[in-house]
């Protein structure tokens, strides 16, 4: 699975728009904004989260599940939880 969060921030990690992203997956532009548009979790049929989730994938990208450890080296981006946030 993947987040509309998690899509944004790949984006952001590999420095491309949504215009791009659709190019590099194959879908159309109004189905990636529709994904990141999602609350939560992003919906859709399991063909183009497949294309995707291999797109991001092909672009180095590493999607990081909740309480999972990453299993290459290398930089990534992980929401904390509300509960492990630092009082301030």
């Given amino acids: 699975m993947i987040t509309a969060g998690q899509m944004r921030a790949a984006r952001a990690l590999i420095g491309i728009?949504?215009?791009k992203l659709a190019e590099l997956s194959g879908l159309s532009l109004p189905t990636i904004q529709r994904m990141e548009a999602s609350d939560g979790v992003v919906r859709g049929n399991v063909d183009s989260l497949m294309k995707l989730v291999t797109a991001l994938e092909s672009a180095g990208i590493e999607l990081i599940g909740d309480n999972v450890p990453s299993m290459a080296a290398?930089?990534?981006v992980r929401l904390r939880m509300p509960s492990d946030t630092v009082a301030g």
Wanted: charged share 50%; no cysteine.
């Fill in 17 to 19: 728009d949504q215009r």
């Fill in 74 to 76: 290398g930089r990534g």
